[in-house]
């Protein structure tokens, strides 16, 4: 599609959009579902008027769309994967041995450590808080650790290797679009990921944890889980066998696949469940055993396809959105006039940074925040002198990092969906999110630190000025 609209209404679009979505979330503290909805057939409305035909606004939706399938599949996946280890007794094996050994007064920090090891094994944020994050988010409940901090350990360690993982799809993509060797790019992003992860850690050292701990109830949490399933080690070959894929960089649906087929395995040859049907309902609807502990059963009864629904929605509604702004060139307009009047490097930095936070938040699309202003973006970078490494780190910091604080982005509906808990609450605790594209800025604009995050922009730049 070939034409834009004006910078104008490009402009009247995007705060247009921002106010609705803010009014609705923050002010009427609506699920952010109907919202979209409603935002979208209001922007297809306006271009129209601004002279786009329908089937250009149909094609755009339906590109954007496109693009959903393969988030949709993984998530159902994820859902049925979930309560298979359920019924397998796999995550009440971890919880048990889990509120054995990890510390309750240190029990963050321990949650943002072992995730940390986990997602830089498997390059992935979703198998992780898919897999370890859902256990350790039980240990929390059990214990009476605040869910919110706890999402926000996982969370932060899980998008901790999504970010320098090189397995990582996004820690090979962000370099592949601006052209940076890989193991540049990630010795490049230690300068923002170090101090934001040591700001991280120790926010989750000294925070408090919860009102009390409730220490005595981890033998009866114990108890519980041993009355209603068998705990053995064996429990565990299914998530080691997602974890020996995921390692391997083999396809994430097959790797997936597998933990569903194995875990079923383990429930027929541990749990001694080889009811077929049972297991279809199971992982359909998630896991509904019996449970004499209500906070087991709390912890122990979700999962399914069906619990993935909500997540799923929000995302084919969000890129059918994304795709008007980006295939109608809204984004692209606004854009070329944000790029066109900069000439200090920090404010190059600044633009770049920004401008893949609000593809996030137009599009809730993580890879299209890193590939749409590193394509506008490069050019510009290169004639300024500016290291294509500053840029790659910048789209990642920003891009990868901020999706998981988008409510309507990939990431975001599915950490919420998975860990049950919203993003906008999550938001505050999963600091080492936010931390690192701030402190991206401050090398940016901190004159000491210049000569690291732009090199030799630096003298790019005195040289113009005094030209």
């Not at 599949?73 to 050994?101: D, F, H, K, Q, R």
Request: proline content about 5%.
């Amino acid at each position: 599609m070939s034409k834009q609209p004006r910078f104008s209404q490009s402009l009247i679009l995007f705060i247009g959009m921002f106010l609705l979505l803010f009014f609705a979330m923050f002010i009427l503290k609506s699920e952010p579902h109907i919202p979209l909805l409603i935002g979208t057939a209001i922007i297809a409305t306006l271009l129209y008027l601004f002279g786009f035909s329908w089937d250009e606004l149909q094609a755009a939706m339906l590109k954007g769309i496109q693009s959903a399938i393969m988030p949709i599949i993984i998530l159902g996946l994820i859902g049925v994967l979930i309560a298979v280890w359920m019924m397998s007794g796999t995550v009440p094996t971890i919880l048990y041995y889990g509120l054995e050994y990890i510390s309750p007064q240190q029990f963050a920090l321990s949650t943002l450590i072992i995730t940390v090891v986990v997602s830089m094994l498997t390059g992935s944020s979703f198998t992780t808080v898919s897999t370890v994050g859902v256990a350790l988010m039980g240990m929390a409940l059990a214990i009476g650790i605040n869910p919110l901090i706890a999402a926000g350990a996982i969370i932060s360690g899980a998008c901790f290797g999504d970010k320098m993982s090189p397995l990582s799809d996004t820690t090979n993509f962000a370099p592949a679009v601006t052209g940076v060797p890989i193991f540049t790019h990630i010795s490049n992003m230690l300068y923002t990921t170090i101090p934001s992860f040591i700001v991280t850690a120790c926010f989750f050292f000294f925070i408090p944890q919860s009102e009390g701990i409730e220490l005595s109830s981890i033998a009866t949490m114990q108890a519980s889980l041993q009355d209603s399933f068998h705990i053995n080690l064996l429990t565990i070959l299914s998530p080691a066998a997602v974890l020996y894929c995921s390692i391997r960089r083999k396809p994430i649906i097959p790797t997936l696949i597998i933990g569903i087929g194995s875990g079923l395995l383990v429930t027929w040859l541990v749990q001694g469940n080889a009811d077929v049907s049972m297991w279809l309902q199971v992982m359909q609807s998630g896991y509904k055993g019996e449970v004499a502990s209500d906070i087991v059963a709390s912890i122990v009864h979700r999962g399914g396809l069906q619990s993935m629904t909500s997540s799923i929605s929000l995302i084919i509604i969000a890129l059918a959105l994304g795709g008007l702004l980006q295939h109608c060139g809204v984004i692209r307009s606004l854009f070329e006039r944000v790029i066109r009047p900069l000439h200090n490097p920090s404010h190059m930095v600044l633009a770049a940074g920004s401008s893949s936070i609000a593809v996030n938040a137009l599009t809730g699309e993580q890879y299209l925040s890193i590939l749409l202003p590193g394509q506008m973006f490069k050019d510009e970078f290169t004639k300024r002198h500016i290291p294509m490494k500053t840029l790659s780190r910048t789209l990642e910091d920003c891009g990868t990092l901020m999706n998981p604080l988008v409510p309507w982005g990939v990431s975001g509906a599915f950490f919420a969906a998975t860990l049950g808990v919203s993003v906008i609450d999550y938001t505050p605790y999963a600091t080492f999110l936010w931390l690192s594209p701030f402190i991206t800025l401050i090398y940016a604009y901190t004159p000491k630190l210049k000569k690291i995050s732009l090199g030799g922009a630096i003298e790019w730049a005195k040289k113009n000025e005094r030209a």
